[in-house]
């Protein structure tokens, strides 16, 4: 393996940087444009988001890297084979490169989805991927110790595709905080050394617990979805199975939904006879988490002081009981948990435990604001509602994301703060594509440039006759015909022109 001249050493070195790093940082597409050099092909963004009408098909860049990375895969092979116990560091990158290969021949782009819980396609799969390991690396390399083995590579890179398959559809938006959040929650999977994570903290990422802030609809349930259901999953070589064997990886709990009686009962479970309605023996979320897979906690700021007390004990000691009952059982899974309420401000209350507080955010994520997003990067909007729209409306999804842009572009402030963010963006969106109009359910929270007649309304000021008018005004003014206004307000065209306020026109036109 030595002697490579330098265009294949600087190859192998950006391939071994682009395997072990987080795809969702602008250093995953600036080791592209090394690699590849002139012939790297510009990309719209510096990191990668969901382009609406990609697909799962792989970037241009992407394409010609692995199109290469086999072909310099089958050069070295026998240099690499013939060396058999070489640990210098061009073994190194050839079994980096040899990585990435087995990742994008058997795991991304086209061949990311196959069905891990039927056996027949698992045994193909699995059996396809071990020829190419031993191909290239055989029984005896070292990277079967280095590594883990064909069988840990091959759960890695299955929890890889999970990952990026969740990260990269969950979480939309092309602007800057949309992408810091992106690679905030890869880091949170993998952490920030992938190495480290494949040696050995695969083992341990499930005892650290994730919080997970933000204002209320800016998607701290997908964040935590996509968290959850990307954990490592052992597989079994000889039974040819994964540990989860089809089972559910995530299990959310939105704790505002219950009383805390029942939230106590409904988190750690409980015995027969523990109260009068306990009738048989219930096990609680806590019991069903499985190890490989994540408990997402939503609104932990509602929880009771005494139940906080208790969840403490399970993140430190990973021990609890069921009610009613003295034996102890263990927690084996992720905890997540999410609020959009500052828990600085529930501690000095003493309202949420700070104790608690420290144990969650030993790794914490903050979701941005849709506006934070928008003032960042201001032409994000029109992505964000053609992914939504492909989401919502399947084959629709060009023409409702088209007439849902020109009502908010026609119909609210530039700066109009979204205080639901995402999910009022979702909401806006549906209510146009239904009945082609949608008012903001917090006018109060409009911008200074809001129309005074919508103030008004805020401060129920106006009488209905007053509302009719201002309203049919005010869609005229931007439909400028009788026609097009009475389709929208559904009002006759003779009721509509006798509503139109000509002075109160002059006046906003």
Same mark, same amino acid.
């Given at each position: 393996m030595d002697n490579l001249d330098s265009v294949t050493q600087n190859f192998l070195e950006a391939i071994s940087a682009i395997t072990y790093c987080n795809p969702f940082v602008p250093e995953r597409i600036e080791w592209e444009e090394r690699a590849l050099g002139s012939a790297f092909i510009p990309e719209p963004d510096t990191t990668w988001s969901r382009v609406p009408g990609m697909g799962d098909q792989n970037r241009p860049n992407v394409v010609q890297l692995t199109d290469r990375a086999n072909r310099l895969a089958e050069k070295l092979r026998p240099a690499y084979r013939a060396a058999r116990t070489s640990r210098d560091k061009l073994d190194g990158l050839y079994q980096d490169l040899v990585t990435y290969v087995l990742h994008y021949r058997h795991f991304a782009g086209t061949v990311t989805e196959f069905d891990r819980s039927d056996p027949s396609t698992l045994r193909r799969r699995w059996q396809s991927f071990l020829d190419d390991y031993l191909h290239y690396l055989g029984e005896d390399s070292p990277a079967?110790?280095?590594?883990?083995?064909?069988?840990?590579?091959?759960?890695?890179?299955?929890?890889?595709?999970?990952?990026?398959?969740?990260?990269?559809?969950?979480?939309?938006?092309? $602007?800057?905080?949309?992408?810091?959040?992106?690679?905030?929650?890869?880091?949170?999977?993998?952490?920030?050394?992938?190495?480290?994570?494949?040696?050995?903290?695969?083992?341990?990422?499930?005892?650290?617990?994730?919080?997970?802030?933000?204002?209320?609809?800016?998607?701290?349930?997908?964040?935590?979805?996509?968290?959850?259901?990307?954990?490592?999953?052992?597989?079994?070589?000889?039974?040819?199975?994964?540990?989860?064997?089809?089972?559910?990886?995530?299990?959310?709990?939105?704790?505002?939904?219950? $009383?805390?009686?029942?939230?106590?009962?409904?988190?750690?479970?409980?015995?027969?006879?523990?109260?009068?309605?306990?009738?048989?023996?219930?096990?609680?979320?806590?019991?069903?988490?499985?190890?490989?897979?994540?408990?997402?906690?939503?609104?932990?700021?509602?929880?009771?002081?005494?139940?906080?007390?208790?969840?403490?004990?399970?993140?430190q000691t990973r021990a609890y009981s069921r009610l009613g009952a003295s034996d102890v059982r263990h927690f084996q899974g992720k905890l997540l948990a999410a609020t959009n309420r500052d828990l600085s401000t529930e501690i000095e209350a003493g309202r949420f435990r700070m104790d608690l507080f420290y144990r969650l955010c030993a790794d914490h994520i903050e979701t941005p604001s849709l506006r934070a997003q928008l003032d960042d990067r201001p032409q994000a909007l029109d992505r964000l509602i053609l992914t939504l729209a492909q989401r919502i409306a399947g084959d629709e999804a060009p023409t409702v994301a088209a007439e849902t842009q020109a009502w908010i572009h026609q119909s609210l402030p530039t700066d109009y703060p979204w205080p639901g963010n995402i999910r009022e963006l979702e909401q806006c969106l549906r209510n146009v594509m239904v009945r082609r109009s949608y008012f903001p359910p917090v006018a109060s929270q409009f911008s200074s440039n809001t129309p005074a007649w919508l103030t008004s309304l805020s401060n129920r000021e106006l009488t209905a006759d007053e509302l009719v008018r201002r309203y049919v005004t005010w869609v005229y003014a931007h439909e400028r015909t009788y026609e097009r206004t009475a389709e929208i307000v559904q009002l006759d065209r003779r009721t509509v022109k006798a509503k139109v306020d000509t002075v109160w026109l002059a006046t906003i036109t």
């Amino acid at each position: 393996m030595d002697n490579l001249d330098s265009v294949t050493q600087n190859f192998l070195e950006a391939i071994s940087a682009i395997t072990y790093c987080n795809p969702f940082v602008p250093e995953r597409i600036e080791w592209e444009e090394r690699a590849l050099g002139s012939a790297f092909i510009p990309e719209p963004d510096t990191t990668w988001s969901r382009v609406p009408g990609m697909g799962d098909q792989n970037r241009p860049n992407v394409v010609q890297l692995t199109d290469r990375a086999n072909r310099l895969a089958e050069k070295l092979r026998p240099a690499y084979r013939a060396a058999r116990t070489s640990r210098d560091k061009l073994d190194g990158l050839y079994q980096d490169l040899v990585t990435y290969v087995l990742h994008y021949r058997h795991f991304a782009g086209t061949v990311t989805e196959f069905d891990r819980s039927d056996p027949s396609t698992l045994r193909r799969r699995w059996q396809s991927f071990l020829d190419d390991y031993l191909h290239y690396l055989g029984e005896d390399s070292p990277a079967n110790e280095t590594g883990g083995g064909p069988e840990h590579l091959f759960a890695l890179l299955d929890q890889v595709r999970r990952a990026f398959s969740y990260v990269f559809d969950l979480i939309v938006g092309d $602007s800057t905080p949309a992408a810091k959040l992106r690679a905030a929650v890869w880091q949170s999977i993998f952490t920030h050394d992938m190495r480290r994570y494949r040696r050995s903290l695969y083992r341990h990422m499930t005892d650290v617990s994730t919080l997970i802030t933000g204002p209320s609809g800016s998607g701290k349930d997908l964040v935590a979805q996509a968290i959850g259901q990307s954990q490592y999953v052992p597989f079994d070589r000889k039974s040819v199975t994964f540990a989860d064997r089809g089972q559910a990886r995530f299990v959310p709990l939105n704790l505002s939904a219950f $009383s805390p009686q029942l939230i106590e009962s409904e988190l750690f479970g409980h015995s027969k006879g523990a109260f009068t309605s306990a009738t048989t023996d219930r096990p609680g979320w806590l019991d069903q988490s499985p190890p490989w897979g994540g408990l997402f906690l939503d609104e932990i700021g509602e929880l009771d002081a005494a139940i906080q007390v208790k969840l403490l004990r399970v993140i430190q000691t990973r021990a609890y009981s069921r009610l009613g009952a003295s034996d102890v059982r263990h927690f084996q899974g992720k905890l997540l948990a999410a609020t959009n309420r500052d828990l600085s401000t529930e501690i000095e209350a003493g309202r949420f435990r700070m104790d608690l507080f420290y144990r969650l955010c030993a790794d914490h994520i903050e979701t941005p604001s849709l506006r934070a997003q928008l003032d960042d990067r201001p032409q994000a909007l029109d992505r964000l509602i053609l992914t939504l729209a492909q989401r919502i409306a399947g084959d629709e999804a060009p023409t409702v994301a088209a007439e849902t842009q020109a009502w908010i572009h026609q119909s609210l402030p530039t700066d109009y703060p979204w205080p639901g963010n995402i999910r009022e963006l979702e909401q806006c969106l549906r209510n146009v594509m239904v009945r082609r109009s949608y008012f903001p359910p917090v006018a109060s929270q409009f911008s200074s440039n809001t129309p005074a007649w919508l103030t008004s309304l805020s401060n129920r000021e106006l009488t209905a006759d007053e509302l009719v008018r201002r309203y049919v005004t005010w869609v005229y003014a931007h439909e400028r015909t009788y026609e097009r206004t009475a389709e929208i307000v559904q009002l006759d065209r003779r009721t509509v022109k006798a509503k139109v306020d000509t002075v109160w026109l002059a006046t906003i036109t």
